[in-house]
């Protein structure tokens, strides 16, 4: 567990049921960044294996994946904060690559595009909807992203200055339209994403993906 007085960072992570994906994230979670695993009504004991693998647990009574993001960003006290998927999907361990161009003060906010390691990492539905999405963005803002990646990092004040309101699908996406409207210096960059343990909640099925592209349109909206 992370010293108290050595953490630079903060890593909020949205919960679900993921009580078989906690051990192998948590462990991989780097030295200076402490886990936030925010519990967002979990039935499978995900709090209670967060807590035994040395995480913060918060709980957050209201479900959807932003008003976890956000109760996580709430409780969040370091200057830096990171989110990352739950499942697995996305390792932990890459945290520093992606955080040192915020870290260096060279970027506002940095996006971990997703490369797929086998075919069933990301579903072809997924795929194609988060594409539409991304060129959505880019002729709302000018911001050319190729992936709007659930592993992303910037400070923590400027990140609540931005009064993020979406509580459900779209809240990722709002945080990088009102950041580009904000001015920020915004990146991309790629790591690995692996098969997630577990079913998706959202992008396993085509209807949990129709139900995610209508929350982001309607954030652009």
């Avoid at 519990?39 to 499978?44: A, F, P, Q, R």
Wanted: positive net charge; glycine residues 8%.
């Amino acid at each position: 567990m992370t010293n108290s007085h050595s953490v630079r960072g903060d890593l909020v992570l949205p919960c679900l049921n993921e009580a078989d994906a906690l051990p192998w994230v948590l462990a991989r979670v780097p030295a200076g960044w402490r886990a936030i695993v925010v519990d967002n009504g979990s039935d499978d004991g995900s709090a209670d294996i967060a807590r035994a693998h040395g995480a913060t647990v918060v709980h957050e009574a209201r479900r959807g994946f932003g008003a976890a993001c956000h109760a996580g960003l709430t409780a969040a006290e370091a200057e830096f904060v990171a989110f990352c998927d739950c499942d697995a999907s996305l390792d932990p361990g890459m945290l520093p690559r992606v955080a040192r161009p915020v870290l260096d003060g060279v970027a506002d906010l940095v996006l971990a595009r997703r490369r797929p390691t086998a075919r069933s990492a990301w579903p072809l539905h997924a795929r194609l909807g988060n594409r539409a999405l991304s060129r959505m963005v880019r002729r709302r803002t000018g911001v050319r992203l190729r992936d709007l990646g659930p592993l992303r990092v910037a400070r923590r004040q400027p990140l609540l200055d931005l009064q993020l309101s979406d509580r459900r699908s779209g809240y990722p996406l709002q945080m990088v339209v009102r950041a580009a409207d904000a001015g920020w210096r915004i990146e991309e960059t790629e790591v690995d994403y692996l098969p997630r343990t577990g079913k998706s909640k959202v992008t396993g099925t085509w209807l949990g993906t129709w139900h995610a592209v209508r929350d982001m349109r309607a954030v652009l909206r």
